[in-house]
Structure formats: structure tokens, C-alpha cells
């Protein structure tokens, strides 16, 4: 068994060179219909799954968790989990165990950021704290995040909860990274490492399967993994900047993500767009950077003026790029596994990630 500080990393600048011989799939609904397909027993088990996890004697917490679970998510992370078992011939029932409990940490990392954040918006209705208040959604957030370790410590398998552990140490890390950073434009260096922690790991040990399957599968499977996590924040990013009409998103309102359109850059949060934005703009740079230095939240009509500006350089363009080439690099990393369908569904779902709209 593989723990994740066994399994391979990507280099320090993370950032890796344009794909040329691997072209993003195109077509990228009909790939994840495919993708989802292939599974799609395995998906309903999760969700089975998924909702055990979630009863409680204490009826609101359902009520609470259910309101953001249950509300139209991806299921990326039960996905990957499940195609990479598939790929891996991994057919072991903790499969379904480590799907769900990979969406369930999701969910309780999103419970607590729309309090940290103040976010009003998630998966296109109010946020659950607008709903049940900050007390109740970050208590929740707490009981399925112990959940998803009982699950995990249920199975039995020594590997996986380690991995998981180490998973949630690192999510928490890239959280307090990210709120330390804001109110400053930092380095990409530190936008990938902020990216690194808050949403690849989990991808990765989903991927990976928690590293219960053989080592070199699992290695494969964290490096999928890592690079589909850089390439869906940088796509996610995206999407919370540029509208579908490919002009500046409107703060203020739910944006094509699902959450408030601008949210991180009036949280004095710098993505990847807004950073190559600055790069490509001196005069934005200043102007973002003494916005910050007031404290944030920015006011909405700056914001709309930010990234109206944002849409106007090529930093859009570029931040695609990026998010193609990690798609790519992604989609390399499977060359280790046998060939098989799950494994070419995962290699169309790095091209899902990076063209969807939504």
C-alpha cells in the first residue's frame, strides 16, 4: 500500500509545458456521459453510500448536509475514484467507500468556505449558511468530515486512512495558505501551491483510490490525479471570471460556477487569470494591489471593473493554455495502467474538465 507522501510529485513550478501531442478531446458532455456510463452502478452504490454517511439522530444535520449534497453537484471526485479502480482492476467494495467519502469531504470543505467567505451563492441556490446560519453550517461541515474518517476507519484499510489524514492536513493547510495570501497578488509559485493542497490532493487521493490499489497503479493515479486537480481550479477559475459569453462576469450575482460571479477577487483572492491579468497589465496590477491594501472585501463596482479589464488581456487565453496542458499532462501520467475503456474515460475527462461551461 502507498501512502501520498510516497506517491509521486510534480515538480516545484508545477506548470507544465503546452500539450502538442495529446490534443484535449473534443465532444466534452458526450465524454462524460461516457465516462459516467461506465460506472453508473458504481455511482448509484456511492450515492447510496454517500446518504448513510450522512444520517444522524440529529435530524437538522441531514437537513443541513442534504442541502448542498443533494443539490446537483459533479460527483467528479466519486467519479475519478471509480474509473480509477476500473483502470487499476481494483474491485474491492472500499471502492464505493472511498467515492463517497471523497464527496463527502468535498462537500464539508464547501460548508466551511461559504462561512470563511461569506459566499452567498453555491450550486446556483443560497448557500447553506444563508439558510441554516454560520453556527449550523460549519458544525455540519465538522460531522461529515468525522464521517468520512469513521468510514475510513470502518474499512479497515490502514493505507487509505493514513492517506486521508494526510489529505485533510493538507486541504487545511492550502486553506490557511489561501487566507493568509489574501489582500496581496502573489507568485504563480504560490498559487499552485495554495491549488496543490485545497483541491488536488482530494482529487488525487480519490484518484489513487486512497492508495489501496498496487503501487505503480497508485503513483499513476495520484499524478492523474494532481494534474486533473490543477487543471479543473484553473477551468474552475475561469468560469468565476468570464461569463459563457466570454465577457467579464457580474458581481454580485450566482455566476456559471454555481457560487457568487467574482467572489475570490473581492475576497482579495488572486487566480491564476487574475494573476497572468496583472502580468500582461502593470497599471491593473497597481490598481488591483491598492484595492487589496484597503482590506478586503472590494467594492462590487470594482470588481466589475477588475475583471472587465481581466477580459480584455490575453491572460483568459493563456490561463486555458495552462489548464489544457495539465489536462495533457494528466492524461500522460495513465500511460503506466494497462490499456482498458475506464482508462481512456479518465483521459476524456481531463478534456471535460477544462472545456466545460459550468
Not at 81 to 94: Q, S
Not at 98 to 123: P, S
Not at 162 to 171: E, F, N
Not at 231 to 258: R, Y
Amino acid at each position: 500500500m502507498t501512502s501520498v507522501s510516497e506517491l509521486s510529485s510534480p515538480s516545484p513550478s508545477r506548470e507544465p509545458s503546452p500539450p502538442s501531442q495529446r490534443p484535449v478531446p473534443a465532444g466534452a458532455r458526450a465524454a462524460l456521459a461516457r465516462a459516467v456510463s461506465l460506472v453508473a452502478d458504481d455511482l448509484a452504490a456511492a450515492e447510496h453510500a454517500l446518504a448513510d454517511l450522512l444520517h444522524s439522530d440529529i435530524a437538522t444535520i441531514p437537513d443541513v448536509a442534504g442541502h448542498l449534497t443533494f443539490a446537483g453537484g459533479k460527483r467528479l471526485r466519486p467519479l475519478v475514484a471509480l474509473l480509477g479502480a476500473r483502470a487499476a482492476g481494483y474491485d474491492a467494495p472500499h471502492r464505493i467507500t472511498v467515492a463517497a467519502v471523497g464527496e463527502l469531504l468535498h462537500n464539508a470543505t464547501l460548508l466551511h468556505d461559504d462561512v470563511v467567505d461569506g459566499g452567498e451563492f453555491r450550486r446556483g441556490r443560497p448557500a447553506a449558511r444563508m439558510v441554516y446560519g454560520n453556527g449550523l453550517a460549519v458544525l455540519t461541515g465538522d460531522f461529515c468530515l468525522s464521517s468520512g474518517l469513521v468510514a475510513i476507519a470502518d474499512s479497515e484499510q490502514f493505507a487509505a486512512y493514513r492517506t486521508l489524514a494526510q489529505t485533510v492536513m493538507r486541504m487545511s493547510e492550502g486553506e490557511v495558505a489561501q487566507l493568509c495570501a489574501a489582500g496581496s497578488v502573489p507568485s504563480r509559485e504560490r498559487y499552485y501551491d495554495i491549488v496543490d493542497r485545497k483541491t488536488a490532493a482530494l482529487i488525487a487521493w480519490c484518484a489513487s483510490v486512497g492508495g489501496l490499489v498496487q503501487p505503480e497503479y497508485a503513483a499513476a493515479l495520484h499524478a492523474f490525479g494532481t494534474e486533473l486537480g490543477y487543471a479543473f481550479q484553473i477551468a474552475d477559475d475561469l468560469l468565476d471570471v468570464i461569463a459563457e459569453d466570454g465577457h467579464a462576469s457580474a458581481p454580485g450575482t450566482a455566476g456559471v460556477t454555481g457560487k457568487d460571479a467574482g467572489q475570490d477577487l473581492r475576497d482579495g483572492k488572486i487566480t491564476l487569470p487574475v494573476a497572468l491579468a496583472c502580468e500582461a497589465d502593470p497599471a491593473l496590477a497597481t490598481a488591483i494591489g491598492t484595492a487589496l491594501a484597503a482590506g478586503p472585501p472590494l467594492a462590487v463596482e470594482d470588481v466589475a471593473s477588475f475583471l472587465q479589464r481581466v477580459a480584455a488581456t490575453d491572460a483568459p487565453a493563456r490561463a486555458r493554455s495552462i489548464a489544457q496542458a495539465h489536462a495533457a499532462a494528466a492524461a500522460s501520467a495513465l500511460d503506466a495502467l494497462p490499456p482498458s475503456a475506464a482508462r481512456a474515460a479518465l483521459v476524456e475527462l481531463a478534456g471535460y474538465v477544462v472545456s466545460r461551461d459550468r
